[in-house]
C-alpha cells in the first residue's frame, strides 16, 4: 500500500479521494487541533494503551461496512473550499463529485483513479496503490500492515486522530483519519502533501452500505453528471 501524492492530484485538491463521514457535527476544536504530523513518534507508554485500544475500535469501525454515501466539505492548502459528493464501495471503487463551479470528478474503478477536468475535457489515470484512495479502498483495514508507518495519534475529548505514512517513502506526506469517540464514526481526512500543504474533507448525511449503481465507478466522459 502506498500513500503517494502526485502532483496532479495535489492539483485536484484530492485530499485522500475527498471522503469522510460525518452525521452529527464534529467539534470545531476537535477539528482544528488535526495537524500534519511532525515526526514519526510511536505513542508513550502513558498513551500506548489508548492509542491502540483506537485503533482497534476504527479498525472495527471502517471493516463493518463496504459502501458509503456522503456530502463533503474540502478545504485546500490553498484556503479554497469545495463541496460534491462522495461514493465508496469496497474494495478498489470510489467516486468524488465535484459540485458546480468546480469542474472536477475523480473515479477509481478497481486498478486506477482517474482525475477528469470537465472543463478542459482532460483525465489522468493513476494507479489507485500510489495515491491515498488506495488505502480508503482498500478491502479490509489492519493499522499493523507492514507497509504503512505510524505517525501519529492525537486525542480529545470527542474525537481522535491517526496519522499514516508509507513506511518505504515517508517524505511523500501523510494521512490522517479523524474519527469521533462515541460512537467511533470516521468524520474527516487530512491529506498532507510533500510541501507541506494540508488538505481537509469533513463528511456530513453519511449513509453507509446504501444500494449504488455499479456504473458510479465507470469512467465516462460522456455520461452526464452524477
Do not use: C
Not at 57 to 80: C, I, P, W
Amino acid at each position: 500500500m502506498s500513500l503517494r501524492l502526485p502532483g496532479t492530484l495535489r492539483r485536484a485538491a484530492l485530499a485522500a479521494g475527498a471522503l469522510a463521514v460525518i452525521a452529527t457535527a464534529l467539534p470545531e476544536a476537535a477539528l482544528a487541533q488535526q495537524k500534519p504530523a511532525a515526526a514519526p513518534a510511536k505513542a508513550p507508554n502513558v498513551a500506548a494503551a489508548e492509542a491502540r485500544r483506537d485503533m482497534d475500535r476504527a479498525e472495527a469501525y471502517l471493516n463493518g461496512f463496504r459502501r458509503m454515501k456522503a456530502h463533503f466539505t474540502q478545504v485546500a492548502a490553498d484556503g479554497s473550499t469545495s463541496e460534491g459528493t462522495f461514493y465508496l464501495s469496497r474494495p478498489g471503487r470510489l467516486r468524488v463529485d465535484y459540485d458546480p463551479p468546480v469542474d472536477q470528478l475523480l473515479v477509481a474503478n478497481g486498478a486506477q483513479l482517474i482525475h477528469y477536468d470537465r472543463k478542459l475535457d482532460q483525465p489522468s489515470y493513476i494507479p489507485l496503490s500510489q495515491t491515498p484512495a488506495g488505502l480508503l479502498t482498500r478491502e479490509t483495514f489492519d493499522f499493523d500492515d507492514p507497509l504503512l508507518e505510524f505517525a501519529g495519534y492525537e486525542r480529545d475529548a470527542n474525537a481522535f486522530a491517526i496519522t499514516l505514512r508509507d513506511a518505504k517513502n515517508p517524505d511523500l506526506g501523510s494521512l490522517a483519519l479523524v474519527f469521533t469517540d462515541n460512537p467511533v464514526q470516521l468524520r474527516q481526512w487530512v491529506v498532507t502533501d510533500p510541501q507541506r500543504g494540508v488538505t481537509r474533507v469533513t463528511l456530513t448525511d453519511v449513509k453507509l452500505d446504501p444500494t449504488l449503481d455499479s456504473d458510479l465507478f465507470v469512467f465516462n466522459r460522456f455520461a452526464p453528471k452524477k
